[in-house]
């Protein structure tokens, strides 16, 4: 039995609706997703005088700006020390001043708006493993860090003993939290008008070198970005999309929040340094009681079979930290990490934009990335192209991550060649489960509603040709090569993939049990 896993972010927001695209129309950029990277940019753009059309395949807002935990934080995954010993000083600096950045840019597009979006500044805490006792290496680290980034000209400060956590760690002030649905929605209500426009519910098929393909009708631009999460290959080449998408590792990270007595955390950002590491904040405060939300329990999309045992990891992991905690929400979310620790933000080809591989700062760069399409679409050099150009060289040990990572991709091929099915009947999946069938000598996903109704689709990924693994937590078809999610019934809910699962006639042999229980 699947979760209810609807993020708090849409429960308690309600974002405007837009229509569908229904005629060829021309503006000067369209911009391919409207999460937070391609609502910041459509909405910069107009602001700047550009007319612009921001199409989205779902809803605005939808898929993973809306499973965030809305951390605003320039502290990177990566640690600083880490950033330096592979970037050296300056361009180790310019990385966390491009988050500062972001979220300046936020604050600036909340104060002209007005937008009502709970945003407040707070600091953020790295402290040590909350299952542990610190180390003597685990202080030695941390205070190495907050000395390293406050020489950079960061406020850090080494605590030994962080509030609520009571663990030593780092104090980073002037980091900040927010509503991004309810920023979002006041954002892309500024967009429509004066020949810029909005559309929802619109798939883009094609992207050509001056007009984009979305259904039987075409919307003809001189710029392109494409800001889908998992960009889309476009004008790219094959041989360069391809390669871009070997720097890129997906992993689903889940998220348990609910209620706890007012002031029982403070309200800030805590992460610890767990691999993979747990990351907390207060969502909203609400008169006797604070809403809260913990992150954590990563790993590859589609590597783990058991995920509602990762949900269990973080629920339990809460309730340590908070034991009066009264658990209301379940998500999860996808990060996308690449080979460097750096995001892929700027052109793939000419007049294309792209921008992915934010790790667990998407909100930030989700916003930098935001700002520097503008940039790029205006003709202004952005300071921080360079240093996040898809196109950049490998950096030193940036290499061996990349070789560690894309082992796993003929791993799971050559595994799901060899490996037999989880059965060979429509009898062996019950209600509430998904399975891996060998039908008519066809690799076929299967599975059941808690009523009984049966999905049938291709268990062969439609990005490159792997077999989908089922999500029991979410109810979904999980690819575990590159991170490709499909609904039960094959629809694409997250890229590479942009083609849905294939639907299956299992014929007349299997007719009879497509109903079993």
């Known amino acids: 039995m699947a979760f209810d896993t609807t993020p708090y972010w849409v429960e308690s927001s309600a974002m405007p609706k837009f229509p569908t695209l229904a005629r060829d129309l021309a503006v000067d950029v369209v911009v391919v997703g409207a999460g937070i990277t391609g609502i910041t940019a459509a909405y910069l753009l107009k602001s700047q005088g550009r007319r612009v059309a921001l199409v989205e395949r779902g809803r605005c807002g939808g898929v993973d700006t809306s499973y965030t935990t809305a951390h605003l934080t320039y502290v990177t995954d990566q640690w600083l020390g880490d950033l330096v010993e592979t970037l050296g000083e300056d361009h180790a600096r310019a990385v966390w001043d491009a988050g500062r950045a972001a979220i300046a840019q936020i604050d600036g597009n909340i104060q002209t708006e007005h937008l009502a979006c709970a945003f407040e500044w707070v600091p953020g805490y790295l402290h040590s493993r909350s299952t542990e006792p610190p180390s003597p290496e685990d202080m030695s680290s941390l205070q190495k860090e907050a000395r390293l980034a406050a020489r950079l000209g960061f406020d850090a400060q080494y605590l030994d003993e962080v509030p609520f956590a009571r663990r030593p760690g780092v104090m980073f002030e002037a980091q900040a939290r927010f509503h991004p649905l309810r920023y979002l929605g006041g954002l ?184 520097m399409a503008c940039d790029a679409a205006m003709g202004r050099t952005n300071p921080w192209r360079d240093l996040f150009d898809p196109g950049r060289a490998t950096v030193r040990t940036g290499a061996w991550d990349y070789v560690r990572e894309n082992a796993a991709y003929p791993y799971y091929m050559i595994r799901d060649r060899l490996t037999g099915p989880e059965g060979k009947s429509l009898r062996a999946v019950k209600n509430g489960e998904g399975k891996v069938l060998e039908i008519n000598g066809e690799r076929v996903a299967a599975s059941r509603d808690e009523e009984g109704r049966l999905s049938l689709v291709s268990a062969v990924c439609t990005h490159m040709g792997c077999l989908v693994a089922w999500n029991a937590a979410e109810g979904t078809w999980d690819c575990p090569c590159h991170g490709s999610r499909f609904t039960a019934s094959g629809d694409v809910m997250a890229g590479p993939a942009e083609t849905p699962l294939k639907a299956v006639d299992v014929g007349k042999d299997q007719a009879a049990t497509r109903t079993a229980r």
Request: net charge negative; hydrophobic share 35%.
């Open 188 to 371: 892309v209500t500024q967009i429509a008008g004066e020949g810029s426009h909005v559309f929802e519910n619109t798939e883009v098929t094609d992207i050509r070198e001056h007009s984009v393909i979305a259904g039987d009708h075409t919307i003809n631009a001189d710029y392109v970005v494409i800001a889908t999460h998992d960009p889309m290959m476009g004008k790219a080449s094959y041989l360069s999309a391809t390669l871009l998408q070997t720097k890129l590792f997906l992993y689903s990270t889940y998220v348990v929040g609910g209620t706890v007595p007012r002031g029982s955390i403070p309200d800030a950002l805590f992460w610890d340094t767990s691999s993979p590491y747990y990351y907390l904040r207060v969502v909203d405060r609400e008169r006797d009681r604070d809403r809260v939300i913990l992150g954590g329990a990563d790993h590859r999309t589609g590597q783990v079979k058991d995920t509602k045992a990762c949900y269990q990891q973080v629920e339990d992991q809460l309730r340590r930290l908070v034991p009066e905690v009264d658990v209301t929400d379940r998500w999860s979310g996808q990060v996308i990490e690449t080979h460097d620790g750096l995001p892929y933000i700027g052109e793939t080809a000419e007049r294309q934009f792209v921008a992915t591989g934010f790790a667990g700062n998407g909100m930030t760069f989700g916003t930098l990335a935001g700002m």
